[in-house]
């Protein structure tokens, strides 16, 4: 083949992964050389926040992320989380930008960030700051505020990895009757509060910055609070992302 369409073939799969993580490329810049052919062509990529030009990508810091958030029609038929309240708002989005983590105020010892650039995560709730980031909508939040990575991009309970020391939590279902046939009165709106552990996260940072071992394990069954953790839907099941300490007891 051509050396100098190879070159070009190269540089515009360059074009088409930048355009797919929404970010500008003005002229262009790309080297292939083949048995002594040299073809050339120059990138540029332009940075925007919020109609500002910056001289190069930025640098989100501390425990700060920057997430490029999910369009409704890019969701997958895998299942994604949804939030009670907010079910028509995407919630989750892909880490464009990770701080460091930060240091603990006696110790000094770096904490570091839970996610890193390139996690597709779920986020607890919208409250971080939006930005127009490169011509799409981004926002800046912290790790606190991160549920949990989904591994590979796949947005499924099997791949769900929670952060820090939360839980997900298949919530069991209340019964409707004893063992022996008898109906129970069940309350509509009385929200289950115990269910089985799917997936752990790492621990909770000490001071020294080493990892704390959680008290419950996948396959556990624990009670939580009833006003505990974040409602989700996944697999077309019901699921609840709760954190570790919100747990009473388990079995």
């Known amino acids: 083949a051509d050396p ?30 083949v ?11 332009e940075y925007r926040l919020n109609n500002f030009q910056l ?18 029609d890019d969701r997958t ?22 701080g460091p983590g930060r240091l603990h105020p006696e110790t000094g010892k770096l904490l570091p960030n839970p996610v890193k ?7 607890a709730d919208f409250s971080g700051e939006k930005v127009e980031y490169c011509g799409e909508q981004h926002m800046f939040v912290s790790s606190d505020d991160v549920l949990g990575v989904f591994e590979d991009g796949v947005t499924t309970a099997k791949n769900f990895r929670p952060v820090s020391d939360r839980l997900l939590v298949e919530i069991a279902q209340a019964a409707t009757e004893t063992a022996s046939g008898i109906a129970l009165a069940v309350q509509e709106d ?6 089985t552990v799917v ?3 790492e621990g909770r940072l000490t001071s020294q910055g080493e990892l704390q071992p959680l008290p419950v394990k996948k396959g556990d ?22 954190f570790a300490a919100d747990c009473m007891a388990k079995w």
């Open 4 to 33: 100098s369409r190879r070159a070009m073939a190269a540089f515009h799969v360059m074009i088409s992964a930048a355009s797919v993580l929404g970010y500008t490329m003005r002229g262009h810049h790309a080297v292939a050389s």
């Open 35 to 45: 048995r002594g052919t040299r073809a050339t062509s120059s990138v540029v990529m």
């Open 55 to 72: 001289p190069g990508p930025l640098e989100a810091l501390n425990t700060q992320i920057l997430v490029k958030l999910s369009k409704m």
């Open 77 to 98: 038929k895998g299942g994604l989380f949804v939030a009670t309240e907010e079910s028509k708002k995407p919630r989750e989005g892909v880490v464009v930008a990770a």
């Open 117 to 123: 650039e390139g996690d597709y995560v779920l986020l």
């Open 190 to 195: 009385e929200k289950p509060t115990q269910g």
């Open 199 to 201: 997936a752990c996260g």
């Open 221 to 242: 069954n624990v009670l939580y609070g009833k006003y505990s953790g974040t409602d989700a839907e996944l697999d077309g099941k019901v699921y609840k992302v709760v």
